[in-house]
């Protein structure tokens, strides 16, 4: 769990291109922030820039009070999921949520211990010896989940990651995250451009248009208080505020616990 502070952040290209525009963002300790957005906003370069895949143009980029701006991504203590993210179907269920202790050469006793409780976690304690190929896809978007969850990272980042899955899988790897979050009171940072995906899963929700942020706050205010006709016409998009947002952590966090699916 960390705060992450972003500052005066901007990037452009090469080309010229302006993908970010000043943006200032804070994420507290445990909170979920959504960064919305349509098709070049720059959620998604704002996410790779978090987790050091792009250098920055200028700005800072803050982790628990220190500049991570130049730091290489392995050193920034974040895990990065991205929409095709993969298993590797091969090896069982625990290994695949074992590959980054391995890889980090951590002892076989510590990852025992921290694989089986993740696997309590997102219910896959019965499906630890088994292939991901015998399981069902919503086990496999949650061993996924698992495999950056062992981890225990500072600062979680999604980018798109339920994007083109079918309608069942999507609304139930949905349920998984928001609950996971809930439970584990960790740092998120989710882009979207699925306005209802980001009022589920942030706690806040940044949005962005061309490079620009033009509102950050929480989904009761962004339906309340729009700063501009943009955010106006995203939120008027959406049904009226109902307890759905409100108490969107209650049933939710039942499922990330409940019993494994075969």
């Known amino acids: ?15 010229g291109v302006t993908a970010l525009q000043g943006i200032d963002l804070t ?3 445990g909170e979920s922030l959504a960064v919305f957005g349509l098709e070049r906003s720059g959620k998604s370069t704002l996410l790779r820039i978090l987790a050091g895949l792009e250098p920055v143009t200028s700005g800072q980029v803050v ?25 590797d179907m091969q090896k069982s269920v625990y290994d695949n949520l074992a590959y980054g202790l391995k890889v980090r050469r951590s002892p076989a006793a510590v990852i025992d211990v921290k694989v089986r409780a993740v696997a309590e976690i997102l219910g896959l304690t019965d499906v630890l010896s088994r292939k991901p190929k015998t399981v069902s896809a919503a086990l496999r978007r949650r061993v996924i989940l698992g495999r950056v969850i062992v981890r225990d990272p ?4 999604f980018d798109e990651a339920l994007s083109g899955l079918n309608p069942e899988l999507y609304a139930q790897s949905l349920q998984d995250l928001a609950a996971v979050q809930v439970r584990l009171g960790a740092t998120f940072v989710y882009a979207t451009e699925n306005i209802r995906e980001a009022l589920t899963v942030g706690t806040k929700v940044a949005i962005l248009s061309e490079g620009k942020l033009l509102q950050c706050d929480t989904p009761e205010n962004l339906f309340a208080h729009p700063a501009n006709g943009f955010v106006a016409e995203i939120m008027g998009s959406m049904p009226a505020m109902t307890e759905e947002y409100d108490g969107k952590g209650d049933g939710a966090e039942e499922t990330a616990g409940g019993a494994a699916e075969a």
């Open 1 to 15: 769990m960390a705060e992450l502070k972003i500052i005066s952040l901007t990037k452009k290209y090469p080309s």
């Open 27 to 29: 994420v507290g300790k």
């Open 63 to 87: 982790l628990d009070g220190k500049d991570i701006t130049d730091l290489p991504s392995k050193e920034r203590d974040m895990a990065y999921v991205f929409q095709s993210s993969s298993l």
């Open 154 to 157: 500072k600062v979680y980042l």
